[in-house]
């Protein structure tokens, strides 16, 4: 009976063994937990006292940091291989590098040792290098083109565009028109027909060269052998030359000096225009005004370089001219030479003042005007492209209008 009892209460008992291992569970899934919910307890006591969202920002910043700072070391680790030498030598060392566009070939093998040089990039790119002209170049004038533009374009001086044209310009920068063909010359110098009647040397010296320059000028395609005596060149008479470096004499276009109130018949080539002789009248005060109302340019400068003795100055249809000094009226009327209506007044005193392209006329021959008072009105008569003034200052020579005049 007693080992009924004993094994009925043995097997109700609790199992010392199987309560260890319970006992073992709990204990090792308790710790996390414990770990856990204090971890919690501390971060809700922060964010209680106003510390978690400071924290939070503090904690972002650090990171942000420390990346930026792992970045930075590895770019430099990076270059520090890159710019290596030994790393240069193991990626030549790996063979030549193909390309779909270029083949490289590389050096031949070499036991001598590597010497570092400057490191040269390829160029995409070839700067050819510009070539001179061996030849004449036909240009088709534009709209707004000038003598001194074309020049600047083809690098050449102005006085060449007019040298190798002159059966087109007649020398005079006012006759560029849009649509003229023209020769560019690949040089400085003049474009010139050879007529003969002279030796050649002499001919060439006209224009301060010699005659070797002129036939040797590969421009020319001159058969050196087949002409002989250079300075009694066999070269056939109306063949055109090219004069490198050549110069000459602008042929005159312009108004003649000296035409005073004595002797204004000097003027009677001009054209119609032209007066009889007067005795008396005003004399000018030696200083002058501007002829215009406005006191600018529109078109060309003074200009030795072009054959343009005047300045242009600008004016609109219609507007006044005015005498720059008093004087007497000894030319008023259409000029022949481009100026198309003219007036030209003596100042008695050394000077002449000249005003062109008139479209209207209100003083004559012989007439005495002031200083300032109207004589005509702006137009665009004779060789014009549009509304101006040509204004001319002559005092046995013709002077740049500008070292007379006041400032603008």
Same mark, same amino acid.
């Given at each position: 009976?007693?080992?009924?009892?004993?094994?009925?209460?043995?097997?109700?008992?609790? %199992?010392? #063994?199987?309560?260890?291992?319970?006992?073992?569970?709990?204990?090792?899934?308790?710790?996390?937990?414990?770990?856990?919910?204090?971890?919690?307890?501390?971060?809700?006591?922060?964010?209680?006292?106003?510390? /978690?969202?400071?924290?939070?920002?503090?904690?972002? %910043?650090?990171?942000?940091?420390?990346?930026? !700072?792992?970045?930075?070391?590895?770019?430099?680790?990076?270059?520090?291989? @890159?710019?290596?030498?030994?790393?240069?030598?193991?990626?030549?060392?790996?063979?030549?590098?193909?390309?779909?566009?270029?083949?490289? +070939?590389?050096?031949?093998?070499?036991?001598?040792?590597?010497?570092?040089? $400057?490191?040269?990039?390829?160029? $995409?790119?070839?700067?050819?290098?510009?070539?001179?002209?061996?030849?004449?170049?036909?240009?088709?004038?534009?709209?707004?083109?000038?003598?001194?533009?074309?020049?600047?374009?083809? !690098?050449? =001086?102005?006085?060449?565009?007019?040298?190798?044209?002159? =059966? $087109?310009?007649?020398?005079?920068?006012?006759?560029?028109?849009?649509?003229?063909?023209?020769?560019?010359?690949? *040089?400085?110098?003049?474009?010139?027909?050879?007529?003969?009647?002279?030796?050649?040397?002499?001919?060439?010296?006209?224009? /301060?060269?010699?005659?070797?320059?002129?036939?040797?000028?590969?421009?020319?395609?001159?058969?050196?052998?087949?002409?002989?005596?250079?300075?009694?060149?066999?070269?056939?008479?109306?063949?055109?030359?090219?004069?490198?470096?050549?110069?000459?004499?602008?042929?005159?276009?312009?108004?003649? @000096?000296? +035409?005073?109130?004595?002797?204004?018949?000097?003027?009677? +080539?001009?054209?119609?225009?032209?007066?009889?002789? #007067?005795?008396?009248?005003?004399? !000018?005060?030696?200083?002058? *005004?501007?002829?215009?109302?406005?006191?600018?340019?529109?078109?060309?400068?003074?200009?030795?370089?072009? &054959?343009?003795?005047?300045?242009?100055?600008?004016? %609109?249809?219609?507007?006044?001219?005015?005498?720059?000094?008093?004087?007497?009226?000894?030319?008023?009327?259409? %000029?022949?030479?481009?100026?198309?209506?003219? *007036?030209?007044?003596?100042?008695? &005193?050394?000077?002449?003042?000249?005003?062109?392209?008139?479209?209207?006329?209100?003083?004559?021959?012989?007439?005495?005007?002031?200083?300032?008072?109207? $004589?005509?009105?702006?137009?665009?008569?004779?060789?014009?492209?549009?509304?101006?003034?040509?204004?001319?200052?002559?005092?046995?020579?013709?002077?740049?209008?500008?070292?007379? @005049?006041?400032?603008?």
């Amino acid at each position: 009976m007693m080992t009924d009892m004993q094994k009925d209460f043995n097997e109700d008992a609790p %199992n010392p #063994v199987e309560g260890r291992e319970k006992k073992g569970q709990d204990s090792s899934t308790d710790s996390p937990l414990k770990q856990r919910s204090f971890l919690s307890r501390w971060m809700n006591s922060l964010v209680d006292i106003g510390l /978690g969202e400071p924290l939070l920002r503090i904690g972002t %910043n650090l990171f942000s940091i420390i990346a930026i !700072g792992i970045v930075i070391v590895l770019v430099q680790v990076f270059f520090r291989q @890159l710019n290596s030498p030994l790393a240069e030598n193991s990626a030549q060392a790996s063979g030549p590098a193909v390309s779909a566009s270029t083949a490289i +070939v590389s050096a031949p093998a070499s036991d001598s040792p590597i010497i570092e040089g $400057i490191a040269r990039s390829a160029q $995409i790119h070839t700067n050819i290098p510009s070539r001179p002209r061996n030849e004449i170049t036909k240009y088709i004038v534009q709209d707004g083109d000038t003598v001194f533009g074309i020049a600047e374009k083809y !690098g050449l =001086e102005p006085q060449t565009i007019l040298w190798g044209n002159y =059966e $087109i310009l007649l020398d005079d920068p006012h006759s560029l028109r849009p649509g003229q063909e023209l020769n560019i010359l690949p *040089v400085n110098g003049v474009y010139w027909q050879w007529l003969g009647g002279l030796s050649f040397g002499s001919w060439a010296k006209f224009y /301060g060269v010699t005659a070797a320059d002129i036939i040797e000028y590969p421009a020319n395609n001159i058969d050196a052998k087949s002409i002989g005596d250079y300075e009694n060149a066999n070269i056939p008479v109306e063949t055109w030359l090219i004069i490198p470096n050549g110069k000459r004499e602008f042929v005159s276009w312009s108004a003649p @000096l000296g +035409v005073t109130r004595e002797n204004p018949a000097s003027a009677r +080539v001009l054209g119609a225009g032209a007066c009889d002789p #007067v005795s008396g009248g005003a004399v !000018g005060y030696g200083y002058y *005004v501007y002829p215009t109302n406005k006191h600018y340019l529109s078109g060309f400068d003074y200009s030795t370089k072009t &054959n343009h003795l005047g300045i242009d100055l600008a004016g %609109n249809e219609g507007e006044g001219v005015y005498a720059a000094d008093a004087g007497v009226v000894v030319y008023s009327g259409w %000029n022949d030479y481009g100026y198309g209506n003219m *007036v030209m007044i003596d100042h008695g &005193n050394g000077f002449q003042s000249l005003y062109a392209h008139l479209s209207a006329f209100n003083v004559g021959c012989g007439q005495s005007v002031g200083q300032g008072e109207v $004589i005509g009105a702006v137009g665009s008569t004779g060789r014009s492209s549009g509304p101006h003034l040509h204004f001319e200052l002559m005092a046995g020579m013709k002077v740049n209008p500008w070292d007379y @005049l006041p400032p603008p």
